[in-house]
């Protein structure tokens, strides 16, 4: 919570603030008075938001959301009236069209700064890339943000998204990711491969020693998917308590530059929705990310 040590304020909000951390969030707190301050620029939401009653009830809490898309149907003014920010994202197997597309959108959205790529290469059902094929890949993603950067943009590249996957030989996202920069190393005459920041997928205990092991690549890290999903966590009371253990990681930490919640809606049977099934009407889980502290 460093933003509890750099502002100035009087005794009495103080006090509130530090009520706010202490408190059990399942029992006592009430999810609609926590947030005393204005929203967290890392705090976002992995879910294709197309609903304006959605975007409005979501406005105070988080800041930027992404589809796994590189273009939104969402309304045209998402970021000057909702006050949110929507991330693209080239997937993986993307072909010269996608590229072509996703370079439309991006300049004719001045306010995009940062382009998700490569989902989860080293789970089969996902984008599904040994390490030498997506190394093959980057130069795409590389050349794509310099032909922007030609055309006075400045686009940054967040990617692989990595989790511990299903593919043969490299199930740990480190194994996979040092074969990657092997191989790109070994095709591009030593040089490294761009990389602006790392991201990454959780959804067990265990965030911070996650996060730990991939200090060794020297990067920030945007978890673009998160919430607890082991078989212990019956009930939205337990992922509350997850969310604030997970949150209050994400926030605390300087190596972690974004995280998004997974999801909005999709995953009953995991107690990780932050709606009901009416647009705009967030449940209990819902209300309390976006009023978690920071």
Not at 23 to 43: G, I, M, Q, W, Y
Request: hydrophobic share 35%; charged share 20%; net charge negative.
């Amino acid at each position: 919570m460093n933003l509890y040590l750099k502002l100035i304020i009087i005794t009495f909000s103080l006090m509130q603030l530090i009520a706010c951390e202490t408190v059990d969030p399942v029992s006592t707190a009430d999810p609609d008075t926590l947030n005393v301050f204005e929203k967290s620029f890392k705090r976002g939401l992995a879910y294709n938001l197309l609903d304006p009653a959605d975007l409005d009830t979501l406005k105070t809490g988080i800041s930027w959301w992404y589809n796994w898309y590189f273009t939104t149907d969402a309304p045209e003014g998402y970021y000057t009236d909702y006050e949110t920010e929507f991330i693209p994202m080239l997937w993986g197997r993307n072909s010269p069209d996608d590229f072509t597309r996703a370079r439309t959108f991006i300049l004719e959205h001045s306010e995009i700064q940062y382009l998700l790529v490569l989902n989860e290469p080293n789970l089969t059902d996902q984008a599904n890339q040994t390490p030498a094929q997506a190394a093959s890949d980057w130069i795409d993603y590389e050349q794509f943000v310099n032909q922007l950067e030609s055309l006075g943009r400045t686009i940054y590249l967040v990617g692989p998204a990595m989790n511990w996957g299903t593919m043969t030989n490299y199930g740990d996202p480190l194994v996979w990711l040092d074969a990657f920069y092997d191989s790109y190393r070994s095709a591009n005459e030593g040089r490294e491969p761009r990389i602006d920041y790392l991201a990454f997928h959780w959804y067990d205990y265990g965030l911070e020693s996650q996060l730990d092991r991939l200090q060794k690549y020297d990067k920030q890290i945007w978890i673009t998917e998160m919430a607890n999903w082991n078989s212990q966590i019956n009930s939205y009371e337990k992922q509350a308590e997850q969310m604030q253990q997970m949150v209050a990681i994400c926030e605390s930490r300087d190596d972690v530059f974004r995280y998004a919640w997974f999801i909005g809606r999709g995953a009953e049977d995991r107690f990780s929705n932050l709606f009901n099934e009416n647009p705009g009407d967030l449940n209990y889980l819902g209300r309390f990310y976006i009023n978690l502290p920071y």
